[in-house]
């Protein structure tokens, strides 16, 4: 999801392990990023991809229930949804073992495997999350990571928690 001037915010666990990141505009146009911030605590990555100068998304209010659209989806594209419910979210830090809560929807769409890191988006355009997976048990349900932990990741900015160092060709934890 492009989020204003180069940055694109998508799921730390599509990226993590990627030695390129690509990028594809509404117009089809493929791009190579970059990932300059990575918070695998709340699951988010901010890729910067050269040439791409957005206008910053708006963020939503968190909303306990409604209409909305999944864009973006590689799998699904895009796709109608219902926010259920506004939840907390317990899930394991990617990477690693340790369980950290985020806010986040539990939603209903038919989304799968590879719609990570698509958007939700409200009625009027604003941005309610970003998916970041589908249930094991059940194909219309999918969950959400909520605006307020990706305003919370580009507060920091670049380099926050994690950076990729060219040289070695790796994501480093910054210091």
């Known amino acids: 999801v492009a989020v204003g001037g180069d940055l694109v915010v998508t799921v730390a666990h599509v990226v993590i392990g990627a030695s390129t990141v690509h990028a594809t505009t509404s117009d089809a146009v493929e791009h190579v990023g970059a990932i300059v911030a990575l918070d695998t605590r709340r699951d988010l990555a901010l890729v910067s991809v050269p040439g791409l100068d957005v206008s910053p998304v708006v963020m939503a209010d968190s909303r306990v229930a409604g209409r909305a659209l999944i864009v973006g989806g590689a799998r699904s594209g895009t ?21 950290y ?38 194909d219309r349900t999918t969950w959400v990571t909520a605006s307020s932990e990706i305003e919370e990741v580009l507060a920091v900015g670049r380099g926050s928690e994690y950076h990729c160092d060219e040289a070695l060709s790796k994501i480093v934890r910054s210091e």
């Open 101 to 138: 809560q985020r806010d986040g929807y539990e939603v209903e769409a038919a989304t799968g495997r590879g719609d990570s890191g698509a958007g939700l988006f409200d009625d009027d355009g604003f941005l309610l999350g970003v998916v970041f997976a589908t249930a094991a048990d059940d």
């Open 79 to 99: 796709v109608e949804a219902d926010i259920r419910r506004s939840v907390p979210i317990a899930i394991e830090e990617v990477g690693g073992q340790d369980r």
